[in-house]
């Protein structure tokens, strides 16, 4: 439901390479939006609580069986680091929210609040672990933010409150990010993929007593669907994955904001959804600083 941090270095610079990493990063935001859109359509009748649960258990009996193939053990002994610790409750509090805004709220607006994570991570750096983030950083960020209230209409006749379900799990992705770039590089792709998935189940878990209607089964076309929501969701991190292992960082990651387009799209032909000009003019807002940003930090780099 939400992108992660593939861990491990780029394979250097060249064209080639860049251009490998580009295009699975595309095909990793793609299929992310169609996780999005999938989850989204069992939600209306299907508790979202129950809905989370399958999905992740989905997803994990998935990342257990490739780790198991790759000779690897399950669960690293890392995880209990203090690190993966905080990171993985970040996640979980990414996941829980982010669940229930793709239930409850529009899929264009999450998807556009989604956008403000890679300013987060910048700001989190710059506060946390005294990276040095420049003024003019600092400004796209700002206008990015601007973007994100522009979405919110914070004002009484126009706000609404359930895009903050996005917002919170927005920073919980950003802040899981952001202690990523300190966990143990001896943990795999595929361990890293068991933990997230298994943190899915927690959330899940925690959702079914607040769920509005009481828990039940799904039906056939609710778990075919659900099935390949966690599907499409183990390939989309594994693209993501190999994207941000084949070229520069700073050359692939700005194609993380195909995703928005992607379910804009989406959002358009699937959800009736007509987002309106506020909506459209914060999320080309959020992009385009972030942009700006990734660019200044490859400068700087």
Do not use: C
């Not at 076309?221 to 183990?234: A, I, K």
Request: charge should be positive.
């Amino acid at each position: 439901m939400a992108d992660g941090v593939g861990p491990g270095p780029g394979s250097g610079p060249g064209a080639r390479g860049n251009a490998l990493g580009a295009l699975f990063m595309v095909i990793a935001m793609t299929l992310f939006a169609v996780e999005d859109s999938l989850f989204k359509s069992v939600t209306p009748a299907l508790p979202p609580g129950v809905a989370t649960l399958i999905f992740g258990l989905t997803g994990t009996t998935l990342y257990v069986l490739m780790t198991l193939r790759a000779g690897e053990p399950v669960l690293h002994p890392a995880i209990l680091r203090p690190s993966l610790m905080i990171r993985t409750f970040f996640e979980i509090v990414g996941r829980l929210f982010f669940a229930l805004s793709l239930a409850y709220t529009p899929l264009s607006v999450t998807s556009s609040i989604l956008q403000a994570a890679p300013l987060v991570v910048t700001a989190g750096a710059a506060l946390l672990l005294n990276e040095t983030v420049g003024p003019r950083r600092w400004a796209a960020m700002a206008i990015g933010f601007v973007g994100v209230l522009m979405i919110l209409r914070p004002t009484p006749d126009a706000f609404r409150p359930d895009a903050l379900l996005a917002v919170a799990g927005m920073i919980g992705f950003a802040m899981r990010d952001l202690f990523t770039r300190a966990s143990p590089p001896a943990v795999s792709a595929n361990q890293l993929g068991v933990l997230g998935f298994a943190v899915i189940v927690t959330a899940g878990l925690l959702m079914l007593p607040f769920d509005p209607t009481p828990p039940r089964l799904p039906d056939a076309g609710e778990l075919w669907r659900l099935l390949l929501t966690g599907v499409v969701g183990v390939t989309a991190y594994t693209a993501l994955t190999r994207a941000m292992r084949s070229g520069e960082v700073s050359v692939v990651a700005p194609f993380r904001y195909s995703r928005l387009l992607v379910a804009l799209l989406f959002a358009f032909l699937f959800f009736g959804e007509r987002p309106d000009l506020w909506t459209l003019a914060g999320g080309a807002l959020i992009v385009t600083s972030g942009l700006y940003t990734l660019i200044r930090s490859a400068r700087k780099g």
